[in-house]
C-alpha cells in the first residue's frame, strides 16, 4: 500500500494528506515538520510500541515544560520518559498521568501552558515546536522500527 492510501486509510487529517502526497515513505519522514503527525501515524503504524511511544511522547512535552505550573503536569511529563526509558512501571505512568490529569480538570498546568503557547508569538513558536518535535520523534522513533512498507 502507497502511503497516499494509508494515510486515507487512517483517515489523516487534509492537511497532512496534501502534504505527503506523491512523496516515498522515506521522504516524508526525514521531511516532516510535524511532530504531532508522526506521533499520530506511529501509533496507527506501530500500535504494540507503547514504550517507544510513550518516551517520545514525554520527550516532545518536554519542550513546553517551562510553561507547566504545575508540580503534578511536570512529574507525567518525567513519567512518560521515565517509562520510556525502563526505569518505571505502567502503573506508576498511570499514577502521574492520573494526577496530572487532576491538574488539567483543575485548569491547572497543562490549561496554562497551552493557553500561554497559543498565545506568545503563536505562529512562530507553533512551527518552531512541530519542527523540534518532528526532529525528537526521528531520534527515538527511528525509520527502521516504522512498521511502513
Not at 515538520?33 to 499520530?40: A, K, N, V
Not at 498565545?119 to 507553533?126: F, L
Request: net charge negative; glycine share 4%; aromatic share 10%.
Amino acid at each position: 500500500m502507497n502511503i497516499d492510501n494509508l494515510l486515507k486509510k487512517f483517515d489523516a487529517c487534509r492537511d497532512a494528506i496534501e502534504w505527503a502526497k506523491g512523496k516515498e515513505w522515506q521522504e516524508i519522514y526525514h521531511t516532516c515538520h510535524r511532530g504531532d503527525w508522526l506521533l499520530w501515524l506511529f501509533v496507527r503504524t506501530n500500535p504494540d510500541d507503547f514504550q517507544l511511544l510513550t518516551l517520545a511522547k514525554g520527550h516532545c512535552a518536554n519542550t513546553v515544560r517551562h510553561l507547566m505550573k504545575d508540580e503534578r503536569s511536570l512529574n507525567a511529563v518525567d513519567a512518560a520518559i521515565a517509562f520510556g526509558e525502563g526505569s518505571i512501571t505502567i502503573e506508576e505512568l498511570r499514577a502521574a498521568a492520573s494526577a496530572a490529569s487532576a491538574a488539567y480538570a483543575a485548569a491547572d498546568a497543562a490549561y496554562a501552558a497551552y493557553a500561554a503557547y497559543a498565545a506568545a508569538d503563536a505562529a512562530d513558536a507553533r512551527t518552531k515546536n512541530q519542527m523540534e518535535t518532528a526532529d525528537i520523534c526521528r531520534k527515538y522513533l527511528p525509520i527502521q522500527i516504522w512498521k511502513i512498507k
